[in-house]
């Protein structure tokens, strides 16, 4: 199997078509691609946002550790910053794992911690009945990738993110093409939601193993479809694309929990600033390996800050280019 060959003349004759109603073939920022974020814009023509933080809500005091770090080193370099930290991890390898503090205690410490950090805040959900709870608490609501067709999970996400002026993050699937997101979309669109951003975090490439393709990272970037809207026959999308550092260098299976290559991050988030991501994902923690989450994967606080300009001289060249 050769990465990016297209599957069909049909298909590649409709990302051309794509191509050419998202602002020309080759475009490298899709002018009408932007998402507002709390008090920030992501999409084209803006700054490159970085979405970061711990994998869970470990303590307070950690996440604003964390959080403090990568809004200043953010405001240093000219980026946008939203805080990220998960509540519950219920998707981990074992019962026997940390999961975080759970709905109640979390929708209180990501609300203190947006007001105490002042930038805007995510986390992720896996039930229908978390997205109520969670719009009110934060800007942004992630749909994790294993999740990202659950239709029910979708609606319940989409129908409070438009409640209460909330974005909906969806993480592609490791198992979807970029033209698949496409139904994502839809049943967010069709449950009022228009504030959408997708997120790439690799692709299966057989056992144990992840891989981004870019041919197919920017074909995420020229996404739309057809028939979306109340009246149908509108064209919808693309919407902004964000590009997960750190979960793109999983092992999954690798053993009783999930490994990793995080030394690698920073060569994925450096290619994928310089095709064209409205955002880039990176979880990190002051001691990776004492984390009760994603241990494996999570960059060291000090290389995240040092990432953080990396990818913003990055942004700055390829900006100069277009």
């Not at 794509?18 to 084209?44: E, H, S």
């Not at 209180?108 to 719009?135: C, F, K, N, W």
């Not at 999983?250 to 991501?277: D, I, K, M």
């Amino acid at each position: 199997m050769i990465l990016g060959v297209r599957e069909s003349a049909d298909e590649t004759a409709s990302h051309v078509a794509a191509r050419a109603r998202a602002g020309g073939v080759g475009t490298l920022f899709p002018m009408n691609a932007t998402c507002p974020v709390g008090d920030i814009i992501i999409g084209a023509g803006r700054p490159l946002t970085i979405i970061g933080g711990p994998c869970l809500l470990e303590s307070e005091s950690l996440a604003m550790e964390v959080g403090v770090a990568l809004r200043d080193a953010c405001r240093a370099a000219g980026l946008q910053y939203i805080f990220k930290a998960s509540f519950d991890k219920a998707n981990r390898s074992s019962i026997a794992s940390a999961r975080g503090p759970g709905l109640a205690d979390g929708v209180a410490m990501l609300g203190a911690l947006r007001e105490r950090l002042g930038v805007p805040v995510t986390t992720d959900i896996h039930e229908p009945a978390q997205a109520p709870s969670i719009a009110e608490a934060v800007d942004l609501i992630q749909i994790p990738a294993f999740l990202c067709r659950q239709t029910d999970l979708l609606i319940g996400a989409g129908q409070a993110a438009a409640a209460h002026g909330r974005a909906v993050n969806v993480k592609k699937g490791q198992f979807l093409s970029p033209r698949e997101m496409g139904g994502a979309c839809r049943k967010l669109l069709e449950s009022g939601c228009e504030r959408i951003i997708l997120t790439e975090r690799g692709t299966f490439f057989g056992y144990h193993r992840l891989v981004n393709d870019f041919l197919g990272f920017g074909d995420l970037m020229e996404l739309q479809i057809e028939g979306a809207g109340p009246a149908g026959g509108q064209m919808a999308g693309p919407w902004p694309v964000c590009f997960d550092c750190t979960h793109s260098t999983q092992l999954p299976g690798a053993g009783e929990t999930t490994g990793g290559r995080p030394e690698r991050s920073s060569l994925l988030a450096r290619a994928a600033v310089a095709a064209g991501a409205h955002a880039v994902f990176m979880e990190c923690h002051p001691d990776p390996a004492s984390a009760h989450s994603d241990a494996s994967t999570m960059l060291p606080l000090k290389q995240a800050l040092a990432l953080v300009e990396t990818l913003a001289r990055v942004r700055r060249a390829v900006a100069m280019e277009a």
